[in-house]
């Protein structure tokens, strides 16, 4: 019997294992279950990914795209790229040009602050689920060595989006502020402020 075409079923194997870290936790991830969720023949999760590493590293490569869309679809960051002055030969100074969308430059850091405030709440109001399992998948990096560039990728893109907005190190910085809210949030079951947020990226952006 000739095998059936399935160009998407690495794709599917890949958001079923997602599905069963977010139901099981990291500890419930292996082939057969990642078969039975995706309703494929075990031999299928092996061929495409030989080890639970490589079955990891696919799903978190997966949840950052995700999370690294949703910062490229904010109008704030989807505004034209910073332009130098043609009178000065200089760029913009980060966080004192216009506003976002203007293409004048930079936003301000009053609208990056508000901006990264909104995408928390975003992230984190509502159901949690999506956001609970990117950390769990890269918090997986702390003991699976070969998820940590994967978890690392995450940082380089938002730090890359953010860089357009301010410097590459308070950028960074705005980055480990986001996780640092994000999981206090997650492992108290508080409820997100982000008047609060909002003060806290502000200070930061000085």
């Known amino acids: 019997m000739a095998r059936r075409y399935d160009p998407d079923r690495r794709r599917r194997i890949i958001d079923a294992a997602i599905r069963v870290v977010g139901e099981r936790g990291i500890a419930g991830l292996s082939h057969r279950s990642v078969a039975a969720e995706a309703d494929v023949p075990l031999g299928s999760t092996t061929y495409h990914f030989a080890t639970l590493d490589d079955l990891l590293v696919a799903a978190l490569r997966q949840a950052n795209e995700g999370f690294a869309q949703s910062i490229k679809d904010s109008p704030l960051f989807a505004a034209p790229a910073p332009e130098a002055d043609p009178g000065s030969g200089a760029a913009a100074e980060p966080g004192r040009g216009a506003g976002p969308g203007s293409g004048a430059g930079p936003a301000t850091s009053a609208a990056l602050a508000d ?92």
């Open 115 to 206: 901006e990264l405030s909104r995408l928390l709440e975003v992230w984190l109001s509502g159901d949690r689920t999506l956001i609970e399992l990117d950390y769990d998948l890269y918090l997986a990096a702390l003991r699976r060595e070969a998820v940590r560039p994967i978890a690392a990728e995450w940082v380089d893109q938002a730090t890359t989006l953010l860089a357009t907005h301010t410097d590459p190190a308070t950028a960074r910085a705005l980055i480990a502020l986001i996780d640092g809210i994000c999981l206090q949030v997650l492992l108290t079951g508080g409820t997100y402020d982000r008047a609060y947020a909002r003060e806290m990226f502000t200070r930061l952006l000085g």
